[in-house]
Structures are given as C-alpha cells and as structure tokens.
C-alpha cells in the first residue's frame, strides 16, 4: 500500500527533525532510550523519591519521563497510576523484580500523580507509595520520541536497525515516515488468534513481532512509533477506539503543520487517518480507505 492520498497526491514536506520546532537549538539531541548511553541528557539517581516498597526515579523530568521500580518484596502483581492535576489517569503494570520501567508524562507541563499499588487479593490493590512530580519540558516532543514500557527499544533493537535501513536515502521526515508505513502495511499480518487471546497486560515485544511480521494493532503501531521515534521523529502511540473497537494507532509530528492526529494522508486541503493496521489488513481496498480517511470514526483516549 503506497502512502498515497486518495487523490493520488503526495504533498512532502521537510521536517528537519523537530529541531526547527524547538528553542533548544542546533545542539538538539534526538531522544532515544532511557538506558542508551550515548544520549547524554538521560540521568539517574540525580532526584530519587522513595519508601521501603516503591522507587520513583525523577531525574529526567525534563525528559518528559519517570522511572518506577518496586522494592516491597511481595510476589505479588504491582500496578502504577500516573496523573496530572486534572487529567487522565494512566495505568500501568509494574514488575515485581526490582528493576525499574519507564513511563511518560504525556499532557504536557505539569504537576502529577504517581502512585504504587500493591495486589490484596482479586481485583482488590493497596497502596504501597505515593508521591508528586512537577514537570516543565525542555522540549514539547521529548516524550514522543523516547522509549517507554509501551514503545521499548534501544539502540540495539533490531527494529531500530530495520528502521534505518527501510528509511535510507531518505532525505526529509515525511519520507521517512512513508517507506516506513509502506513496508509495515505490506509486510505485516494481523494475528487473529492474539487478537482473539491477548494476555492479560500485553505488552509489544517490537523485536519479536518484527521477527514474525505479525500482530494486533497495539504491535503494528508500537513497531512504527519505535523506527520513526528512534530516528527522531516525534511520534505518539495511541490507544483509543475506532468505532465501537478498542484499537491502537499512530500520531505523528509533521513542521509546519503539527501533529498530524491519526494522519498522513493528503489530498490537498486536508490530512487525514494514518492506521498501519486497517489499511494492512484492508488491503488498501477502497472501503477501508474511506473509513480511514474519516477522523469521526475514531477517539483517542490515551497517548503513550
């Protein structure tokens, strides 16, 4: 499926990154992964908030990000809720192992919310720490572009590499963003029996669906946010619905005009849906684009 309008009109625009964008300036690091090393902005241990059972790590505030790790001990399922004041409530899972996760604060500057919940028994949690943070960004992008619990990459990621080697020769952002759509939407299967059978807490292993070339929407879109994020380009998972369907797609970043909401689909006036999973396994089909291409059929709820 060619990243194409329905008109057959492909407006390209530069994005020379999000450098252009941004007050930073020319010395603007593309943010990538929190355990990166050669991204010099990341920090650890510099603002550590903490009891006996539950770290938060808020050194990369600025970042656009937390780090949580939970030390109670307990084999037990942990769970993390982050809010901003007045905000929506993002839920995580959180490993019992001692090891930390990585989770964005994606509503912008801010006072948030985070708290540590210990499983009692059923559906039932206690709370195990509670603490605030108060972000201001260095830079609006920063949390669309680093790796985070839903988005999980590193520099070493083979999806990171596949990424790079779809996009080159490639010269501006857009085009980027197209070679990419195209070899996911033409390259990738939906997985029907995961779709049918997800485990509880799913999460996308990008290297793993890579290797299979097949998935759900919550796979399909956490592969795509993971190649153009870790080229620097701004992008939002987003979990919403399509429809009556609770469904994941992509948001992206494009100078000049914002964030395209579910777009990069052009016909001359207007930018329209951008669903890696629909238009795969629609086949480009003349009603999956209309569908597609109309931004009322789907509601976002969350952006990671």
Known sequence: MKLISVKKRVVVLALAGVLAASAVGTSYLHAQAANIPTVTTVQTGVKVLSNNKAVVDASNLSEGFVMVKYTGGKNVRIKVQITKSGGTTYTYNLNNTGTYETFPLTEGDGTYSIKVYENTSGTK???????????????????????????????????????????????TDLAKVEAI????????????????????????????????????????????????????????????????????????????????????????????????????????????????????????????
């Not at 949690?125 to 839903?150: E, G, H, I």
């Not at 994020?229 to 987003?238: A, D, E, H, N, T």
């Not at 619905?241 to 005009?257: C, E, F, L, R």
Request: overall charge positive; proline content about 4%.
């Open 125 to 171: 949690y206690s709370t195990a720490y509670s603490t605030s943070v108060t972000m201001k960004l260095r830079d609006p992008f920063l949390p669309f572009l680093y790796s985070n619990q839903y988005v999980n990459f590193t520099d070493t990621s083979a999806t990171v590499a596949k990424g790079k080697e779809i996009t080159k020769g490639k010269t």
């Open 181 to 304: 759509f195209n070899w996911v939407t033409s390259n990738f299967t939906y997985d029907y029996d995961l779709a049918a059978n997800p485990p509880t807490g799913y999460l996308p292993d990008v290297d793993k669906v890579l290797a299979s070339k097949k998935g759900i929407c919550f796979d399909y879109s956490a592969v795509m946010a993971a190649m153009l994020r870790s080229q620097g380009i701004p992008c939002k998972l987003v979990i919403g619905y399509a429809g009556k369907i609770y469904h994941a797609w992509i948001d992206v970043y494009i100078q000049g005009v914002g964030w395209v909401k579910n777009a990069i689909y052009f016909d001359g006036k207007n930018w329209t849906l951008m669903d890696p999973t629909f238009v795969s396994t629609g086949k480009g089909s003349s009603s999956i684009m209309k569908y597609v291409t109309t931004s009322s059929n789907y509601s976002a709820k969350y952006a990671y």
